[in-house]
Nanobody, 125 residues
């Protein structure tokens, strides 16, 4: 079992920044690929970014490239999503996810085995 707890959400004006953190416990963190997704009301859960076990490999949705950065600290069992130049369309609940899979990084929710409870991000125009 893996437990994931997100933090750092909130209300910010368009153009502002937020830093989301996800703390993991219950399994060796360095064995997990990690991802961030978001879900707006009435919409499906969407991929934002993923990072490989060592932190070297990353993968981003086109909508956030150049604005968001995913990173991880395996010593602290934490994955970070730095969000800059936020837009109103970024408003959603943001979820941290962990994958046990040994393959490459995935943008499909079905490929992730564990999920956090989510943190709300609201961007005002």
């Amino acid at each position: 079992q893996v437990q994931l707890v997100e933090s750092g959400g909130g209300l910010v004006q368009a153009g502002g920044s937020l830093r989301l953190a996800c703390a993991a416990s219950g399994r060796a963190f360095s064995t997990l690929n990690m991802g961030w997704f978001h879900q707006a009301p009435g919409k499906e859960r969407e991929f934002i970014a993923a990072i490989g076990r060592s932190g070297v490999t990353t993968y981003y949705a086109d909508s956030v490239k150049g604005r968001f950065t995913i990173s991880r600290d395996n010593a602290k069992n934490t994955v970070i999503l730095q969000m800059n130049n936020l837009k109103p369309e970024d408003t959603a609940v943001y979820y941290c996810a962990a994958s046990l899979a040994g393959l490459g990084l995935s943008n499909y929710p079905r490929d992730y085995d564990y999920w956090g409870q989510g943190t709300q991000v609201t961007v005002s125009s």
